[in-house]
């Protein structure tokens, strides 16, 4: 693999990256320097991001070097990259990238086994169902997320190295950062705080590079297991005879119950239609109440702890008190201010004092919680901070809509990561062997996220989407999450999150305005898989009208189009060198709601539009009236061999509201089996990351209430 070519014309070229004005000089103004025409100015349909403006040059050693020297003698990456007006060592490396790729591998040999298992051992033991593989892996997910919740009440050390499923979850955990940040704050999930690295080099180097098994001592599998009471290996097959321990959520004091993870008829923990009955109390407990339970405990205790600091008693348990969610989007001291804003007019309007008795008096449904919330604060309510407290309540609500008891739920995330796995298993770049003596590929991935942290930088209050790449390393650092957080706070004066979870056609326009950004600022395209298209917009507006106008650039006279004239090297490869792919827009976060038919209208939108700017492509690349980065494009995107399926377009088995979208395992309403955790329904939709429509019927209101809750709210989606 060689980038020889494109550094010897760089070389004879002066850097792009310098610059005075908010952006770089386009590609319109560049024809006009050298055919002397002026450009038309016309705006894109879309809003570009906001960037500021800066003076500083960019030009230097710290961002621009070839791709070549940034593996020379010996050096793995340049000693300084620019990120806004900072300079920064690399914040990750290439080892831990290497490392990553091997862990991902084993998750991705992780689920194999389990379909495996499910196929012997389900036709020859006892089951109580016949499960397909997607089925036996969300069964196991619900299993390992419960093993993990096992393993951090054990208060593990730094450092200790629990079963590849355990670890699985861990990981995706890490990869939602705010929320992961806000549950560590929480008290019952302190011990997170002590787990604020990945051990990405100590499991790498555990995982056998033929097997993909995880090869502990017997020491770190005893530890496990003594503090779980779960044996080590993962439990690959679910048997009727499988009990998961719960707590009765009616009963005022703890009423212990075994039941099975699977059932006949399928009121099993991990089935959708869970049901057991206390023997205690005889209620009927389901996945919902117990969600309930958790968030009136939390408002309970919040309350104690109020009263306690009014009467000068101080703060309970020496720490302060928060509910799962209120974390995200706020900082400081405003979070006691919005409790205290949102809550303490609940207070007033009722007397319970435990968890269960908030929890008996809103009949242990959520919609009847969200609306008597949600009620209270429009009497009570604050123009000024009105808006900021109904989404923030979203935010809480979303936390406790699962049983468990971290704010995002786990078993989605897994899935949605598995996406992005799958991705990186079909570039090969899970195979160990596959970095052994040539990193170019990872390098650039590597310089092209702090490009995108600069970005970042440029553009504060914008939402910019990452290629599959970038996501790699971006993973990569988040995985370090004291660091990660360190790093971007003194970096871009944030943190920024990485949404677990954001509608499909919201993250589809997101991305061509990061795409239009990227190539203002760094003077190259962000992606060259070919799948993607750029809208018609100024520049391949001028391009088609100034090959149509002069003579002898209309047709190409010969059969082998040039190569790109690639100023970036470091950002972007114009050669066929084995990463045509890596920079194919990375939507494993994107989720479809399914049954609300105006984001599928602009879905219809969007497939009707891709496909009139495929056709313009093809036929401005058959006239020669196309760039050579929109040619190198359709090349890219006629290449075989390779899974590239078309972005922001997942597939999805079911529209509409039903059961049938969900599945019959898992949790209800929190991730979606049928379609890798990728739908939603719209009573699911309460996630601060996704936007929804101003329809807001389902937080379950009257029709005087959703008027006053929509117009509260109306401008904000408009």
Not at 166 to 192: G, I, K, T
Not at 199 to 222: C, G, H, I, K, Y
Not at 263 to 289: L, M, Y
Not at 641 to 670: E, N, Q
Request: glycine share 6%.
């Amino acid at each position: 693999m060689s980038l020889s070519r494109e550094s010897e014309r760089a070389q004879d070229r002066p850097p792009v990256y310098s610059r005075s004005a908010t952006l770089l000089p386009s590609y319109e103004d560049a024809l006009s320097a050298n055919f002397g025409i002026d450009t038309p100015s016309t705006s894109s349909s879309l809003q570009p991001l906001p960037v500021l403006p800066s003076s500083l040059s960019h030009s230097g050693e710290t961002q621009r070097l070839p791709v070549e020297q940034l593996l020379h003698d010996g050096a793995t990456l340049p000693p300084k990259f620019r990120v806004g007006d900072k300079s920064t060592a690399p914040v990750v490396t290439l080892d831990e990238v290497e490392a990553h790729l091997r862990i991902l591998g084993a998750f991705n040999h992780l689920k194999t086994r389990v379909a495996l298992a499910q196929e012997n051992f389900g036709q020859s033991r006892e089951t109580v169902a016949q499960l397909n593989a997607t089925e036996a892996w969300i069964v196991f997910l619900c299993r390992a997320v419960h093993r993990f919740d096992k393993w951090l009440r054990s208060s593990p050390a730094e450092g200790s190295t629990p079963p590849l499923d355990v670890l699985m979850v861990w990981h995706s955990y890490m990869l939602n950062p705010h929320a992961y940040q806000d549950d560590s704050r929480r008290d019952e999930l302190r011990h997170l705080q002590n787990l604020n690295t990945f051990p990405l080099q100590v499991v790498a180097n555990l995982v056998d590079p033929n097997t993909f098994d995880l090869a502990v001592s017997e020491e770190e599998r005893s530890t496990f297991e003594f503090a779980t009471s779960n044996p080590f290996e993962p439990p690959y097959f679910t048997a009727p005879a499988d009990m998961i321990t719960l707590q009765c959520p009616f009963c005022v004091a703890p009423t212990r119950l075994q039941w099975p993870w699977l059932t006949a008829i399928k009121t099993g923990w991990a089935q959708r239609g869970f049901r057991v009955q206390c023997p205690a109390c005889r209620a009927s407990i389901d996945h919902e109440a117990l969600g309930v339970r958790r968030f009136c405990d939390d408002l309970a205790l919040w309350r104690a702890h109020e009263t306690a600091s009014q009467n000068g008693t101080g703060q309970l348990m020496g720490r302060p008190v928060h509910l799962a969610g209120l974390m995200r989007g706020n900082a400081g001291k405003k979070q006691a201010a919005f409790l205290s804003q949102a809550f303490k007019p609940l207070t007033q309007e009722f007397s319970p004092a435990s968890g269960a008795e908030l929890a008996r008096r809103w009949g242990w449904k959520f919609r009847q919680v969200q609306q008597f919330c949600v009620q209270v604060l429009l009497v009570h309510r604050d123009p000024n901070k009105l808006e900021a407290t109904l989404l923030q309540l979203q935010n809480i609500f979303s936390s406790y809509k699962h049983p468990e008891r971290f704010s995002i739920e786990l078993t989605g995330a897994v899935m949605r990561q598995g996406t992005f796995i799958q991705k990186m298993v079909e570039f090969g770049w899970t195979n160990p062997r596959r970095f052994a003596s040539e990193k170019v590929v990872l390098a650039r991935a590597i310089a092209r996220y702090h490009a995108f942290l600069d970005l970042m930088a440029a553009s504060p209050t914008g939402f910019c989407v990452p290629t599959l790449d970038i996501d790699l390393v971006w993973h990569t650092h988040q995985l370090k999450a004291g660091s990660y957080r360190a790093d971007t706070q003194g970096l871009l004066g944030f943190i920024p999150n990485h949404d677990d979870n954001v509608e499909e056609n919201r993250l589809s326009n997101s991305f061509d305005l990061t795409a239009q950004a990227w190539t203002e600022r760094f003077g190259v395209p962000y992606s060259l898989c070919g799948c993607v298209v750029s809208d018609d917009s100024r520049t391949s507006r001028t391009v088609r009208s100034v090959k149509a106008l002069l003579p002898g650039l209309s047709r190409r006279s010969s059969s082998a189009p040039p190569a790109p004239n690639n100023p970036r090297p470091d950002l972007i490869s114009s050669e066929d060198d084995g990463d045509e792919y890596a920079s194919h827009p990375s939507d494993h976060n994107g989720v479809v709601v399914t049954n609300d038919w105006q984001l599928k209208d602009q879905r219809g939108q969007r497939q009707e539009r891709r496909t009139i700017l495929l056709e313009r492509r093809a036929r401005d690349v058959q006239k020669g009236r196309a760039d050579p980065w929109a040619e190198l494009q359709q090349r890219r995107a006629g290449l075989q061999g390779l899974s590239h399926d078309p972005a922001f377009f997942r597939t999805i088995k079911y529209w509409g509201v039903s059961t049938d979208l969900y599945g019959d395992y898992g949790f209800g309403g929190a991730a979606c089996g049928l379609n890798d955790g990728a739908t939603m329904a719209n009573d699911a939709l309460v996630q601060d990351s996704i936007q929804p429509s101003v329809n807001f019927w389902w937080l379950g209101f009257d029709c005087e209430t959703q008027w006053l809750f929509e117009n509260c709210l109306v401008h904000i989606y408009s």
